[in-house]
T-cell receptor
Framework: DTAVSQTPKYLVTQMGNDKSIKCEQN?????MYWYKQDSKKFLKIMFS???????INETVPNRFSPKSPDKAHLNLHINSLELGDSAVYFC????????????????????FGAGTRLSVL | AQKITQTQPGMFVQEKEAVTLDCTYD???????LFWYKQPSSGEMIFLIY??????QNATEGRYSLNFQKARKSANLVISASQLGDSAMYFC??????????????FGQGTILTVHP
């Protein structure tokens, strides 16, 4: 069984279209993330949800809207697609999200999905 | 300033030899975690190894070990007995546990490792 699964794996679409990428994790994790990997392979956080609550929103255009119907799912909807949105989008999950006061944190490893390669023509 | 720096865009190693991939980091957080991920040509991101800032010993996972030098702020990945299947892109990443980081990972630029037979 795949721990973090994303669909679709490939997405080819025209500029201006709206598309969604789905992510599901069966690890029982509390926290889920979306990362974007650009053409130079650089990975950057976009969003994070902890128990369905948005906790990270990293200066992403508001054409991108994450939605978490429950803690096992985090979907990414993109409106009015632009050429620059072409990238690989990774979903990830981790057991917890602990922030605020310094704590000795357990490993809290983030496990990634296989990625969705989005091509905007 | 770059929080995670991988200075080697590409590395070559002979099969069965050991190789070290460099990673330096920058943080003022006393509590943080350092991670290495492997991205083969198929594209998935595979977790390899973790080192916590408070861990006294260097992490090891099978053929992977992390050479953690806290004072120098370096977290180099050592792969022993390289195999052809180790050819991939390798990413170093850091999670800062305080402030407003909220658990996100900050990644380095990556190093492409090629293992020659």
């Amino acid at each position: 069984d795949t721990a973090v699964s994303q669909t679709p794996k490939y997405l080819v679409t025209q500029m201006g279209n709206d598309k969604s990428i789905k992510c599901e994790q069966n690890l029982g994790h509390d926290t889920m993330y979306w990362y974007k990997q650009d053409s130079k392979k650089f990975l950057k956080i976009m969003f994070s949800y902890n128990n369905k609550e948005l906790i990270i929103n990293e200066t992403v255009p508001n054409r991108f809207s994450p939605k978490s119907p429950d803690k096992a799912h985090l979907n990414l909807h993109i409106n009015s697609l632009e050429l620059g949105d072409s990238a690989v989008y990774f979903c990830a999950s981790s057991p917890h999200n602990l922030w605020g006061a310094y704590q000795v944190i357990a490993k809290n490893i983030q496990y990634f999905g296989a990625g969705t390669r989005l091509s905007v023509l | 300033a770059q929080k995670i720096t991988q200075t080697q865009p590409g590395m070559f190693v002979q099969e069965k030899e050991a190789v070290t991939l460099d990673c330096t980091y920058d943080t003022s957080d006393p509590s943080y975690g350092l991670f290495w991920y492997k991205q083969p040509s198929s594209g998935e991101m595979i977790f390899l190894i973790y080192q916590g800032s408070y861990d006294q010993q260097n992490a090891t996972e099978g053929r992977y070990s992390l050479n953690f030098q806290k004072a120098r702020k370096s977290a180099n990945l050592v792969i022993s007995a390289s195999q052809l299947g180790d050819s991939a892109m390798y990413f170093c990443a850091m999670r800062e546990d305080g402030g407003t980081s909220y658990g996100k990972l900050t990644f380095g630029q990556g190093t492409i490792l090629t293992v020659h037979p």
